[in-house]
């Protein structure tokens, strides 16, 4: 059985050891994917593999670590965020208020 590791950064041991104790300038949590390649499908087994870094949120870190988000970026999410959150809300009871109404016709 082949074993096919994906893992975007050195995870020696030292390194390893240095991120448990704690966080240090420099170093960079390390994300590694293991899938086993079964009756030599490896297209299934890519396939597995891009699920699951999919669901880690594999793609988002990196973009992450390549792009350096500036504070005014960050403010403009976070009011984004809470516009979005307000607005949903609004037009939720909104549409309670339109299904009540239609109730009692």
Known sequence: ?????????????ATAAAQQ????PGLQ??????????????????GI???RAREA???EELAKRDHRITSQEAKFAVKRNT????????????LKWIIKRRKHR
């Open 29 to 46: 949590r390390s994300m590694s994917i293991i899938v086993n390649v079964q009756h030599n499908n490896v297209d299934k087994a890519m």
């Open 83 to 94: 516009y979005n959150a307000s607005m949903g809300q609004a037009i939720r009871e909104r």
């Open 1 to 13: 059985m082949l074993r096919t590791a994906c893992s975007r950064l050195c995870a020696s041991a």
């Open 57 to 59: 949120g594999l793609q």
């Open 49 to 51: 593999l891009k699920g």
């Open 21 to 24: 104790a704690g966080p240090c």
